[in-house]
């Protein structure tokens, strides 16, 4: 069952219900059933997705979600309740983008505090592939599953059950940051999941349709980091080039969109309060980008020996009196090192910071932008690497390449 941004806001506070799952108690005498009663509450929990890099397809099997009021358990200790998919369910999680929502299930837990939350997936087995990716224009391979998340995705996220209420929560894939190349065709999976709330808050517009078959993506940031990141639309849906960066914490983003062959668009200080959505576009205003000269960078990231963390590399622009935004970014091949930014855009980006509920916003065209124009800050990161930076790598003329950096923890 999947759920669109539009639906949404029915379900904040609400319980999502998924006839063909089965919510049942598991592990250490979990309770099953699914009426809150005087001494417990109920949980629910949905699937969603930000983009992914380079794939028309990355395919999970969910088998279930666990839940521990004890941080340190393991996955054969007692005080588990699972919520179990029956049958075990292969989700494209590039299906989720743009708000949408897919139920995993529901599940009566007694009243109390929970500080631990798995995720588990179905094991490759044979020439099967539960667990796959399709790249662009490829077919469909096996994504492998480290046995080190066999027994389930441990998610960061504390939570409490009030008796006689609801807990809503979403599961944010980011399959962009959690599939790896390993070089020869090979792909891991490298979970990079968040918990969010339910509710549908966060920041919504329209992409001109001119742009729709140019790979947009719309990307919600704070200090450069990228928070999250959905797809418009496309041109064959309802209400085509509507986008909505969806479960967003309350706080202040940076909203880039970008475009092959196009210019970026940079809205800075866009709000997102505790309840609706920050509109910065409409349909009899779209967002539409200038034509640009389009270049690449590329280089190589040597990783500690025998590293299992994957790299990123993300090309960064400031704006004089404004924010830093990352444009794009790519993964380091895990074997090699080996990145390439592709699809940087040589023209300034567009500018505007968000001055209330009024559209169309007032784009700058040319504003000042540091490094400059066709200019950027080239950062390496990951977990548990210390952040390398080249202040600036031009592509104003020229594919940048040997752009190399070396990570340490």
Known sequence: MKT??????????????????????????????????????????????????????????????????SATASDTDAGWTDITLS?????????????????????????????????????????????????TGGTETTLTTPSAIQSGIKLVNEFDVAAGQHVDLALDFNACKSVVTQGNGKYLLKPVVKVVPVAQVGISGVIATSLLGSNVTVSAEQNGQVIASTVP???????????????????????????????????????????????????????DLPASAMASIAGTVTLPANATEAAYVSAKQAFTAGPTVTIKYAGADLSTGAYTIANLPVATPMYATYSGATVPLTFTAAPTVVPGAGKYQVDASGTGYTTKSISLVDVSTANATGVNFTLTP
């Open 233 to 287: 639309n496309p041109a064959t849906d309802a209400k085509p080039g509507e986008f909505f960066l969806s479960h967003l914490p309350s706080g202040n983003y940076d909203v880039v969109i970008t475009a092959d062959n196009h210019a970026a668009a940079v809205i800075a200080t866009v709000p997102v309060a505790s309840t609706g959505s920050t509109v910065v576009s409409s349909t009899s205003a779209p967002i």
């Open 87 to 135: 049958p075990a369910r292969k989700i494209n999680l590039l299906d989720l983008s743009n708000g949408v929502l897919t139920d995993l299930g529901q599940t009566t837990l007694p009243a109390g505090h929970y500080s631990q939350l798995r995720l588990v997936l179905d094991p490759n087995t044979g020439n099967g592939m539960a667990n796959s990716v399709v790249p």
């Open 4 to 69: 669109t941004f539009h639906q949404a806001g029915l379900l904040a506070g609400s319980v999502l219900i998924a006839t063909s799952l089965v919510a049942c108690g598991g592990g250490g005498g979990g309770s099953g059933g699914t009426t809150p009663t005087a001494t417990a509450g109920t949980l629910s929990v949905a699937l969603t997705d930000a983009p992914a890099c380079g794939f028309s397809a990355v395919n999970v099997t969910v088998n279930k979600v666990r839940v521990n009021t």
